[in-house]
């Protein structure tokens, strides 16, 4: 692995750690949800450090190059991060579901309760 690509991943980890942990500071980002990103970073880091790490692995993999082993990694991540927030997504749909629900079974329920508190009013009044 070049000392360029080393250079790269060591600045992306640390720009890409910084913004989480700005996010999360910000309250714009929760700590469970970041710690996906942090997982990411630190192998990153790992493999930036130490390449024969890489180099290994690849070599276990079957794959040509190291470089093409953290393509791979960034793919799988993709793929990861994609099904995680699709769950994340899910989930708070159906919250916001059943949330919607109650709201519209609460609103009928005051209208009636009005109803009926008008129609005793206006027989109190007769």
């Known amino acids: 692995m070049s000392w360029k690509l080393r250079i790269i991943l060591i600045l992306l980890v640390f720009f890409a750690d910084l913004f989480s ?8 980002m929760s700590l469970n949800h970041s710690l996906l990103w942090i997982l990411i970073s630190i192998v990153l880091l790992l493999i930036a450090v130490f390449p024969s790490i890489a180099f290994w692995l690849a070599g276990m993999m079957g794959i040509g190059t190291p470089v093409n082993l953290v393509f791979l990694f960034f793919a799988f991540f ?10 994340v997504i899910s989930k708070g749909d159906r919250i916001n579901r059943r949330l919607v629900q109650k709201v519209a079974l609460m609103e009928r329920e005051l209208r009636e309760m009005r109803k009926t508190e008008s129609k005793g009013d206006a027989a109190e009044n007769e």
């Open 78 to 87: 993709s793929i990861i991060l994609f099904i995680y927030l699709t769950n």
């Open 21 to 28: 942990f700005h996010q999360i500071r910000r309250g714009k």
